[in-house]
C-alpha cells in the first residue's frame, strides 16, 4: 500500500516556475511507474506526465517543453517541474502510483495523492 504526499503548490505569475513534490510511504517505491494528474474546477481530471521504473517518460502535449517529470528513488519522491506557466494550468495536481504502465489513463493508477492547488495568474 503506498500513501502519497504531494507539495509544492502555490499562487504563481504566468511565466513563473513550481516545482512540485510527491512522496512515498512505500517500500517498494522504485518498482512503481509514478504519474502527475491535474484537474481544474468543473473539468475532468487530465494527464499531465509520467515516469517508469526505468526513468522513461511521457508527457501530455499541453505541457510537454514546459514541465519536466523526474525522479529519486533513494528518496522515496517524484518531482514535476513546471516552467512558463500559463493560466491554463490552474488546477488541483495530483501524484498517482501503478505497478504497471498505464500511460496517460487515470483508471491504470492505484494510488492517489490528495492533491496541491497550483494557481496561475495572468
Known amino acids: 500500500q503506498e500513501q502519497l504526499v504531494e507539495s509544492g503548490g502555490g499562487l504563481v505569475q504566468a511565466g513563473g516556475s513550481l516545482r512540485l513534490s510527491c512522496v512515498a510511504s512505500g517500500r517498494t517505491f522504485s518498482m512503481y511507474v509514478m504519474g502527475w494528474f491535474r484537474q481544474a474546477p468543473g473539468k475532468e481530471r487530465e494527464f499531465v506526465a509520467a515516469i517508469s521504473w526505468t526513468k522513461y517518460t511521457y508527457y501530455a502535449d499541453s505541457v510537454k517543453g514546459r514541465f519536466t517529470i523526474s525522479r529519486a528513488d533513494a528518496k522515496n519522491t517524484v518531482y514535476l517541474q513546471m516552467n512558463d506557466l500559463k493560466p491554463e494550468d490552474t488546477a488541483v495536481y495530483y501524484c498517482?502510483?501503478?505497478?504497471?504502465?498505464?500511460?496517460?489513463?487515470?483508471?491504470?493508477?492505484?494510488?492517489w495523492g490528495q492533491g496541491t492547488q497550483v494557481t496561475v495568474s495572468s
Open positions: 498517482a502510483a501503478t505497478a504497471t504502465w498505464a500511460g496517460s489513463s487515470p483508471r491504470g493508477y492505484d494510488y
